[in-house]
């Protein structure tokens, strides 16, 4: 029986390993269905609250970048990718300049 059972268990292993990648590739199909969100962060900066609690119209936030740097694009939360803002066909848009 020796002989015959790594015989038996490669022809079900081989069946096992298809299944496997079939199941591998419709759950990568899946995963690239999944809507993320992106934002393009234009610059950061620390205020105190009571100068939170003071803002008003009109009043000017100084953010740590200036206009013609690149902006961190985060996907989720994590920053991937560096780019300009700008606008396109009238929208806000960010083109990509960098992957990181």
Do not use: C, H, Q
Not at 37 to 61: A, C, F, M, P, Y
Not at 63 to 88: A, H, M, P, Q
Request: glycine content about 6%.
């Amino acid at each position: 029986m020796e002989p015959i059972k790594e015989k038996l268990y490669s022809a079900f292993s081989a069946d096992r390993d298809e299944l496997d990648m079939k199941w591998l590739d419709r759950l990568k199909d899946r995963l690239k269905e999944i809507p993320v969100t992106i934002t393009g962060e234009l610059g950061k900066v620390k205020l105190d609250v009571s100068r939170v609690v003071d803002l008003k119209v009109d009043n000017l936030i100084m953010l740590d970048r200036r206009v013609d740097e690149d902006i961190d694009i985060l996907v989720e939360g994590s920053r991937k990718f560096t780019g300009k803002f700008g606008i396109y066909r009238g929208a806000m848009a960010v083109k990509v300049n960098k992957v990181l």
